[in-house]
């Protein structure tokens, strides 16, 4: 875990994320929290993620998702030298469906 992250407000956040109940829920929240290009950025990254993690190439990446190279390379390293949250989130979707 980074530590410049752990502090009273990103906990609180995570508790309030962590309390959402249903996809509703999440909608109401985030939109209450993010602006739309904000709420748009993190949604394509965890595109992006989840395509890397499915091996797929850069060039198909920018054309389905819209993504720069950079935010591509950005979510790359972060799948391969992060604190692998990408790869628990995938684990429990596959676990879900």
Do not use: H, W
């Amino acid at each position: 875990m980074n530590p410049k992250l752990k502090e009273m407000n990103v906990e609180f956040l995570f508790q309030a994320v962590l309390a959402l109940e249903t996809m509703d829920d999440c909608y109401k929240f985030f939109e209450d929290l993010c602006t739309v290009p904000e709420l748009k950025a993190m949604a394509q990254r965890i595109q992006v993620a989840k395509m890397l993690s499915e091996n797929r190439v850069y060039s198909d990446i920018v054309s389905e998702t819209g993504a720069s190279t950079a935010t591509i390379s950005r979510v790359n390293r972060s799948l391969n030298y992060g604190s692998d949250g990408y790869s628990i989130v995938f684990d429990r979707m596959k676990k879900d469906e």
